[in-house]
T-cell receptor, first 112, second 111 residues
Framework: NAGVTQTPKFQVLKTGQSMTLQCAQD?????MSWYRQDPGMGLRLIHY???????DQGEVPNGYNVSRSTTEDFPLRLLSAAPSQTSVYFC???????????FGEGSRLTVL | DAKTTQPPSMDCAEGRAANLPCNHS???????VYWYRQIHSQGPQYIIH???NNETNEMASLIITEDRKSSTLILPHATLRDTAVYYC????????????FGTGTKLQVIP
């Protein structure tokens, strides 16, 4: 099992550009989520999904869109990148029985 | 999900037990206490979780008070590799409730 795979690992954008961070998991987990982590800070929940076709907002959803068309994939879209969105983004999936979260390696985004 | 409170930082001598406290006074009856750690800038890693009984695994022990308002994560023999940020979280175990992280405790293991 690959676990949770995030791409790209690094990205530099200019203000106003859009992009999609990809997240895929091969553990058949229904729950998936996106977090951002700014330097020296904790993780903040952006969006989460409890199954295909179901998404909901987290703590800091503005400027981001998500969709969940399959169990495996949960992409995060930045509509119009801003310097304030410079951060490390983590995708996670959650096992139903134990509730344990499995994290990807992170995607480091810089917006100039 | 329950709000948790942790000290921002702690030091521990290498080889000694590290005891990391967490207050979760608003935790509901069906919410578990989960502990994760984040080493440097990697993705957080699951350590242990429990409902009301004390739990132990190969990584750590979890002691939950009888009233469930607080808990302590114990690393029995801390090593330099245990230097990390430790997060305490209250959440359901069914995988349907959103999971939010606090600011955690930065544990520094000192040689």
């Amino acid at each position: 099992n690959a676990g949770v795979t995030q791409t790209p690992k690094f990205q530099v954008l200019k203000t106003g550009q859009s992009m999609t961070l990809q997240c895929a998991q091969d553990m058949n987990h229904e729950y998936m989520s996106w977090y951002r982590q700014d330097p020296g800070m904790g993780l903040r929940l952006i969006h989460y999904s409890v199954g295909a076709g179901i998404t909901d907002q987290g703590e800091v959803p503005n400027g981001y869109n998500v969709s969940r068309s399959t169990t495996e994939d949960f992409p995060l879209r930045l509509l119009s990148a801003a310097p304030s969105q410079t951060s490390v983004y983590f995708c996670a999936s959650r096992q139903r029985v134990t509730g344990e979260l499995f994290f990807g390696e992170g995607s480091r985004l810089t917006v100039l | 999900d329950a709000k948790t409170t942790q000290p921002p930082s702690m030091d521990c001598a290498e080889g000694r037990a590290a005891n990391l406290p967490c207050n979760h006074s608003t935790i509901s009856g069906n919410e578990y206490v989960y502990w994760y750690r984040q080493i440097h800038s990697q993705g957080p890693q699951y350590i242990i979780h429990g409902l009301k009984n004390n739990e132990t695994n190969e990584m750590a022990s979890l002691i939950i008070t009888e009233d469930r308002k607080s808990s302590t994560l114990i690393l029995p023999h801390a090593t330099l590799r245990d230097t990390a940020v430790y997060y305490c979280i209250g959440s359901d175990s069914g995988g349907y409730q959103k999971v939010t992280f606090g600011t955690g405790t930065k544990l520094q293991v000192i040689p």
